[in-house]
C-alpha cells in the first residue's frame, strides 16, 4: 500500500482479555517496527523484525506480549491477559532495509484501552 | 543505549515568528530523523538527516554529528504546524529508533 495501514485504529478491552494488533506496512520493505506511546512521551520500541524473523525483541515489556510476520510482510502484535497499564497507543513503522541508513515510516496508530 | 534529548519541552509562538528546537544525542549516530506528531496522533515525516543540512520550505534541519546535536528550523511559523516534535536516532550499535520526549509547539494566531 501507500503506507503504513495499522487496524484497528481503536480497541477497549476489559482487563484480562487477549488482543490482536494488526500492521500492514509499505509493500516492498523489509524491515517492521512496533512501538508504544504512552500520553506525554515519546514512542518506546517493542520489537523489530527483519523479514519473518524477530531481529530484535529487547523492548517487550513482559511474556504477555508477542508478536509474529509469518510471511515477511504484515504483523500482528498479540497481547496476553491485558492490564490496565497496556493502555497505549501501538505504533507500527516499516522501512526498505533494517537499520541504520534507512528511513523508517508510521502508521496511525492504534489506541488500546484496557477498563 | 543512546539517550536523546529535546529542548525546549514546550514552546509558544505567534503566527510569523521563527523557531529552533534543539535533539541531542548521547553517542554517535548512524541515523537521525525528525518527525512532526499532529493532533491526531500521526507522525509525519519531516528529515532524515544522519549529517548536514537540508530545508524543504518553511523547515530546515541541521545535524553536527562530530558534536553530536540536530537543530530542527520553523521559519514563519503557521497555526498547522503546531503538534509535537520528535528527533530519533540510531546508534552505532544500529539499534532501531530511539525517540527524545519530543517538543510540544503552540503556534498562537
Known amino acids: 500500500g501507500a503506507g503504513v495501514s495499522q487496524t484497528p485504529s481503536n480497541k477497549v478491552t476489559e482487563k484480562g482479555k487477549y488482543v490482536e494488533l494488526r500492521c500492514d506496512p509499505i509493500?516492498?520493505?523489509?524491515?517492521l517496527y512496533w512501538y508504544r506511546q504512552s500520553l506525554g512521551q515519546g514512542p518506546e520500541f517493542l520489537i523489530y523484525?527483519?523479514?519473518?524473523?524477530?531481529?530484535?525483541d529487547s523492548g517487550l515489556p513482559n511474556d504477555r506480549f508477542f508478536a509474529v510476520r509469518p510471511e515477511g510482510s504484515v504483523s500482528t502484535l498479540k497481547i496476553q491477559r491485558t492490564e490496565r497499564g497496556d493502555s497505549a497507543v501501538y505504533l507500527c513503522?516499516?522501512?526498505?532495509?533494517?537499520?541504520?541508513?534507512?528511513?523508517?515510516?508510521f502508521g496511525q496508530g492504534t489506541r488500546l484501552t484496557v477498563v | 543505549g543512546i539517550q536523546v534529548e529535546q529542548s525546549p519541552p514546550d514552546l509558544i509562538l505567534q503566527e510569523g515568528a521563527n523557531s529552533t528546537l534543539r535533539c541531542n544525542f548521547s553517542?554517535?549516530?548512524?541515523?537521525l530523523q525528525w518527525f512532526h506528531q499532529n493532533p491526531w496522533g500521526q507522525l509525519i515525516n519531516l528529515f532524515y538527516?544522519?549529517?548536514g543540512t537540508k530545508q524543504n520550505g518553511r523547515l530546515s534541519a541541521t545535524t553536527v554529528a562530530t558534536e553530536r546535536y540536530s537543530l530542527l528550523y520553523i521559519s514563519s511559523s503557521q497555526t498547522t504546524d503546531s503538534g509535537v516534535y520528535f528527533c530519533?536516532?540510531?546508534?552505532?550499535?544500529?539499534?532501531?529508533?530511539?525517540f527524545g520526549k519530543g517538543t510540544r509547539l503552540s503556534v498562537i494566531a
Open positions: 513503522a516499516s522501512s526498505a532495509r533494517g537499520p541504520p541508513n534507512t528511513e523508517a515510516f
Open positions: 509493500s516492498g520493505h523489509t524491515a
Open positions: 523484525f527483519q523479514g519473518t524473523g524477530a531481529a530484535d
Open positions: 553517542d554517535s549516530v548512524n541515523n
Open positions: 538527516i544522519p549529517s
Open positions: 530519533a536516532a540510531v546508534d552505532s550499535g544500529n539499534t532501531p529508533l530511539v
